[in-house]
């Protein structure tokens, strides 16, 4: 297999001295470079932009925008929307410049008239620069993309370690995290809190009847009545089989309960089909919902409020099924 041939290095020249262009570039012509050529500043920026030249090799004074000028410019524009990083060397007939021309910026100077064995050497360390400066550039690149998926594959793995795989909402472990922290901040705040239980009425007879998989189905369908009927701020999770769960933030008994009956009525108005034997048979499912609000006297602890919404819920189910209790102090 043959190596793919590496690109020649573009080389810049600006100098409003046609004789010294053409000097320059018939000595550097066996290194077979690239060449550009301006007579001025503004014509050396041009093409700085239209190129992005690997080295810019230029006069001090030229006609309009002089070298000192244009270094500075390319210097204060090094970004990648700008010119990126291009190595300056700055040449003169005036002495005494050098230390003014690096100061600049400028990368490298040579004084008029140069030796061009030397101007050689110049060039082949500016272009080492550039090719070493490109190397780190690529390098960065690369580690901020690698950091950015291990970013993203951190927040995925996060997301999944908090996230039921059936419903997508969020699991038991997670969301007895949030209860602690959202009983906290509702102390905090002086704040409401409610919790709403909800479990599938005769859920079992539905597996046993239809399938397993069908029951998927069921809980999944429940789960979406539940993100559809309650706010985004609102904390839903499975908490176990049929059961699911939901934090209410600041919300009061009486909106509680007029919230769990939204969710009540939404998967009691469920149009389920499963086929069966070769026929799509029609199946209806209802829930039961308990509800349990924070502050009361008797519910101190998050183990206390998520217990008395089950017990609500215990007596919906005792009660008839597809109803809403809720938990009286």
């Not at 700008?82 to 005036?94: D, S, W, Y």
């Not at 004084?111 to 050689?120: M, N, R, Y």
């Amino acid at each position: 297999m043959t190596a793919p041939v590496k690109p020649a290095a573009t080389v810049l020249l600006a100098d409003d001295d046609a004789a010294m262009l053409k000097r320059i570039r018939e000595h550097l012509a066996p290194a077979r470079y690239q060449f550009l050529e301006a007579s001025d500043g503004a014509a050396a920026l041009s093409l700085l932009r239209e190129h992005r030249p690997d080295l810019l090799l230029m006069d001090v004074e030229m006609p309009g925008l002089g070298g000192v000028e244009v270094c500075r410019i390319v210097k204060a524009n090094q970004t990648e929307t700008g010119f990126g990083f291009v190595p300056v060397i700055l040449m003169t007939a005036r002495r005494g410049g050098k230390v003014e021309g690096l100061e600049l910026g400028a990368d490298d100077y040579l004084v008029k008239p140069f030796d061009l064995l030397e101007l050689s050497a110049r060039v082949k360390s500016m272009l080492r620069l550039k090719a070493l400066q490109d190397a780190l550039v690529e390098q960065n690149r690369a580690l901020d993309l690698a950091n950015k998926e291990l970013e993203q594959k951190r927040e995925e793995l996060l997301r999944l370690s908090r996230t039921d795989g059936l419903t997508g909402l969020y699991n038991r472990r997670h969301f007895n995290e949030r209860l602690e922290a959202e009983l906290a901040r509702a102390a905090r705040y002086h704040a409401a809190l409610s919790c709403v239980m909800v479990d599938i009425d005769h859920f079992k007879k539905v597996n046993d009847t239809y399938g397993h998989l069908f029951g998927d189905v069921v809980i999944k369908e429940v789960a979406q009545v539940l993100k559809k009927a309650l706010r985004d701020v609102d904390v839903l999770a499975r908490y176990g089989g049929e059961e699911l769960v939901a934090l209410l933030p600041e919300t009061g008994p009486v909106d509680a309960r007029r919230a769990a009956e939204r969710v009540r009525a939404g998967v009691a108005g469920l149009e389920l089909t499963c086929e069966l034997k070769g026929k799509n048979v029609p199946v209806r499912c209802t829930a039961s919902l308990g509800v349990a609000t924070w502050p009361s006297p008797t519910l101190a602890s998050p183990q206390a409020l998520l217990g008395a919404a089950d017990a609500s819920l215990y007596r919906a189910k005792q009660g008839g099924r597809n109803r809403v209790e809720q938990h009286q102090d």
